[in-house]
């Protein structure tokens, strides 16, 4: 590499995120890499005062501790080339941002509290984390929504959340291969585009602004690509800002949707579209599954060379899960690929289909066999329009909510239960269902960063598939919807973890209760037991013979089992479908 090509790199490469999330451990990782030396705000603080910033904290205060900070950093950011890891609050400070933007690479290193909080518990004692306290998961969820909005200003999103491992390695282990992998895509990510990156235009009146501007609830970052998830009552109308936002104006858009969606909330995208200005067209396919097929899609493409659709063209998908796969494979394929927005209507397709970038349609042999994975340029999700969604269609939307909650998140799942009245009222309070869905879609965008291609931690998504899948192909998706299969499924699994004891049995009762409240099926009386395990055992063919099983390792947290014994699992589907 010549000087002058080396020079084009960011010499300086940041680390932000909440304390305990492991910037420490991969910025030495980075550091060794690129022969930098590394910088931790903190221990030159502890070094230059003589005193933690633990103890700074509870002598002096807040506020003192933070006019020290801002000084180091400030000293810091000079520093070139460096990796500099700073303290949890650091970046909350509009002149510190600023600093460190003008030269670093800033990456934000997420993961959600409750993972964070295990690693902490699994720490050193002797390592002090200010600000803490007692209940630290507790603590970790204030100063997330607290921060939140300061570190979705970064330029890369860095998911450094782990998996238990099945065979009780603690989160150290996890901890220390998810490192590693956030090390690698970092470093990754600063030579393909940091430099494009660091000099994109206004991005340094964003980190020097006072007040945070409005951020989307979710971002999902695969390492080669990024978009912001928006979730909030009146996202439609907001369509023409958010174009403008990422760029995206100034070209034409071609919606697909269906014929149900389109008659409730048709007029409101295309008055939206024409008082901006926007030149648009649509294409209406007949609603439900059956419009998921190469057929409808050849349709699709057939609209588009009519219309004369040019690869920088959008095509926008403004439906359920069912007009979003079908968009998203159009947009993958279409001239080998345009730009895609997704506007999810169900409450499926907002907490799941739409975030991932998985599309897919399905053959006579079965579902989802052809697809691609095509992620959006953003998805709005405008809960608005779960208005007029169909009852049990809303009712099914919440398994996937309960599962992410289930698998990741103990206070999402504590505050499912105590809201589960308001939420599942015929009219319920759209900024309380905003706020789930962003917290739900959160988790979703986090694991699909970590695992954008379907290697390791996405599979804890399959809580409750496994058994629910089979329940779907045992009455030829018929009787019912998937949401309401994955309810059943989750309870079979539950079952299983509580057999086998990766959890205590008063979970199992409590997401009985959960399921209940939310009006869910907990079983599938009736159908046939053989047929779901036949089912089960196909699908077991296709992840070569290994069938593993995600469980509950407690509240909110998923282990990965592949020693689950068959007359486990047959009890557990026996029980389930016991009239
Ligand atoms: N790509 C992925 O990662 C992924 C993940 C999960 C599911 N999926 C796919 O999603 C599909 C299921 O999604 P779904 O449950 O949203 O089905 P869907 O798209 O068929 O929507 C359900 C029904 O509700 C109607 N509808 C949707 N939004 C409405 C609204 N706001 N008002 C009135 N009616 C509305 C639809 O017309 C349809 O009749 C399946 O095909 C599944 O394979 C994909
Ligand atoms: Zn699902």
Not at 127 to 152: Q, S, T
Not at 221 to 240: K, M, N
Not at 263 to 289: F, K
Not at 336 to 362: C, E, F, Y
Request: proline letters at 5%; hydrophobic letters at 45%; charged letters at 25%.
């Amino acid at each position: 590499m010549s000087a002058e090509e080396r020079s084009q790199f960011p010499r300086q490469i940041v680390l932000i995120g909440l304390s305990g999330v492991g910037k420490t451990t991969v910025g030495r990782m980075i550091a060794e890499r690129l022969g930098w030396p590394f910088v931790d705000t903190d221990d030159v603080i502890t070094s230059r005062h003589g005193r933690t910033p633990a103890d700074i904290l509870e002598s002096d205060g807040e506020l003192a501790f933070r006019e020290i900070e801002a000084a180091v950093v400030a000293e810091a950011a000079k520093q070139s080339p460096a990796v500099i890891s700073t303290g949890g609050g650091a970046f909350l400070n509009p002149r510190s941002r600023r600093a460190l933007g003008e030269r670093g690479l800033i990456c934000y290193l997420d993961a959600t509290p409750a993972e964070i909080a295990r690693r902490i518990d699994d720490d050193d004692p002797d390592v002090k984390r200010p600000l803490l306290g007692e209940d630290i998961e507790a603590r970790l969820h204030e100063l997330d929504r607290e921060r939140r909005p300061f570190y979705n200003n970064a330029d890369l999103w860095v998911p450094v959340q782990g998996l238990s491992a099945p065979h009780g390695e603690g989160p150290k282990v996890a901890a220390q291969a998810a490192g590693e992998a956030a090390a690698a895509r970092i470093l990754h990510s600063w030579a393909t585009e940091g430099a494009r990156l660091v000099a994109q235009p206004r991005r340094l009146d964003r980190f020097a602004a006072v007040e945070p501007p409005r951020v989307p609830a979710a971002v999902v970052d695969t390492g080669a690509e990024r978009y912001p998830v928006w979730v909030g009552p009146g996202e439609i109308g907001r369509l023409p800002d958010r174009l403008r936002q990422l760029e995206l104006d100034n070209r034409r858009i071609f919606v697909i949707s269906d014929a149900n969606v389109m008659e409730h909330h048709g007029r409101g995208v295309a008055e939206t579209l024409d008082s901006a200005g926007i030149a648009g067209a649509s294409y209406i396919v007949p609603s439900g599954e059956a419009s998921k097929t190469l057929r409808v899609a050849g349709e699709v493409y057939r609209w588009l060379a009519e219309q004369r659709a040019e690869r920088r063209d959008l095509i926008v998908g403004l439906g359920g899960g069912v007009v979003g796969d079908l968009a998203g494979f159009v947009a993958a394929t279409y001239l080998r690929g345009m730009p895609l927005i997704q506007i999810p209507t169900s409450l499926l397709a907002m907490n799941d289909a739409a975030i991932g970038g998985k599309s897919a349609v399905d053959l006579p042999a079965g579902k989802n066999l052809v697809g691609a994975f095509r992620q959006p340029a953003a998805v709005l999700s405008d809960v608005e329009t779960l208005r007029t969604l169909p009852r049990r269609s809303y009712t099914e939307g919440w398994a996937e909510v309960l599962k992410h909650a289930l698998i990741l998140d103990p206070a999402l799942l504590s505050l499912l239960e105590r809201e589960a009245g308001a939420l599942t009222t015929s009219q319920p309070d759209l900024d309380l269902v905003a706020g789930v869905v962003a917290r739900s879609s959160r988790l979703k965008a986090l694991i699909v960063s970590s695992d954008p291609t379907e290697r390791g931690l996405r599979a804890i998504l399959n809580y409750g598939h496994t058994i629910g899948h089979g329940i779907e192909t045992a009455t030829g998706y018929e009787q019912y919807l998937h949401g309401e299969a994955v309810a059943v499924g989750m309870m079979g699994a539950a079952q299983i973890g509580a057999e086998l004891g990766t959890m205590e049995r008063e979970l199992l009762a409590r997401q009985a209760d959960l399921l209940r409240a939310f009006d869910l099926p907990l079983r599938a009386p009736g159908v046939r037991g053989r047929a779901v395990l036949e089912a089960m055992r196909l699908d077991k063919k296709v992840a070569q013979g290994r069938r593993s099983f995600v469980l509950l390792g407690g509240a909110g947290r998923a282990v990965v089992r592949n020693d689950v014994p068959d007359d486990v699992v047959q009890r557990a589907v026996a029980d389930l479908v016991r009239e």
